[in-house]
């Protein structure tokens, strides 16, 4: 697809956070700019990340800190789809909820009954407070046979110096420890978190173009979800590593700000 086609067939854009948006607490290039150029065109903005290590006013206060957040843009976390999974899937359920206690306070405000002693049903989602305890409590529900949900797979999270163990790397250990993969895995490259969010914007899957760095989370969310696709190069891809890939973008650009 041009430039051109995107724009005119996207009415929400779906915007990843790190290497697409900002680096650190650093917007790229003139984002700020083009971020106000996409909103005057009419287009809605949604801000995607798969990081369930925080709630929604957490991402919010830091996008508007850095000035990238206006007030009708959206945020949504893989945290937030699974939020709406289990109240579509499992409602009413007790929940064992493994996440930060922002996350925790998140969910139990969506009506979600978190329940650490009786649950019917768990859910892994980042939790970068995690304890020995906890593991060793989820282990134990697992082997149990109970539901088991995680919020995104991604093996690692960058950071300024590299990378942090993310939710695959907890998933591999549990696999080990209790013979137990997830039946469901809510956020990128996958449906749930595709769902939820055009139900909750009410916007038809055609309409929504996804931007994000990332070929085998973002690009094949897309592609899993019927979304349109444009990959920037602003951050983890080079130009190597798609030659080298099956996944087809719609559009390849050096960074967002290249789209108008
Ligand atoms: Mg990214």
């Known amino acids: ?14 915007l990843d956070l790190d290497g697409t948006v900002y680096i650190e607490d650093n917007p790229i290039g003139r984002m700020k700019e083009t971020l106000a150029r996409l909103r005057a065109m009419g ?6 990340t798969n990081n369930s290590s ?9 996008l508007a800190r850095i000035g990238l957040l206006e007030g009708a843009d959206g945020v949504y ?19 064992f909820l ?8 998140e969910f139990a405000r969506a009506g979600i009954a978190l329940d650490d002693a009786d649950p019917e049903v768990c859910l892994l989602a980042y939790d970068t407070e995690l304890t020995f305890a906890t593991i060793k409590k989820l282990d134990g529900f697992l082997r149990r046979g109970l539901p088991f949900l995680a919020t995104h797979p991604d093996d690692v999270c960058p950071t300024a110096d590299g ?15 209790s013979r137990r993969t997830p039946d469901l895995i809510v956020g990128k490259p996958y449906t749930a978190m595709g769902d939820a969010l055009t139900a909750r914007f009410c916007v038809p899957h055609a309409q929504v173009c996804m931007v994000g ?32 890939s099956s996944e087809r ?7 967002l700000n290249d789209l108008v």
Not at 1 to 14: G, H, I, P, S
Not at 43 to 48: E, Q
């Open 249 to 255: 973008p719609d559009l390849v650009l050096p960074s």
């Open 163 to 177: 990378s942090m163990p993310d939710v695959g790397s907890f998933l591999a250990m549990f696999e080990r420890s």
């Open 98 to 105: 493994v996440a930060t206690r922002a996350v925790r306070e």
């Open 1 to 14: 697809m041009t430039k051109e086609e995107v724009l005119q067939t996207t009415a929400l854009f779906l």
């Open 213 to 244: 760095d990332r070929l085998y989370t973002d690009i094949r969310f897309a592609a899993n979800n019927g979304f349109s696709s444009i990959l920037v190069l602003s951050g983890e891809t080079t130009r190597a590593m798609l030659d080298a």
């Open 43 to 48: 287009k809605r903005l949604v801000f995607l």
């Open 54 to 62: 925080k709630a929604e006013w957490e991402y919010r206060e830091k």
């Open 77 to 95: 976390t893989s945290g937030m789809a699974a939020a709406e999974y289990l109240k579509e899937h499992f409602a009413g359920r007790r929940v």
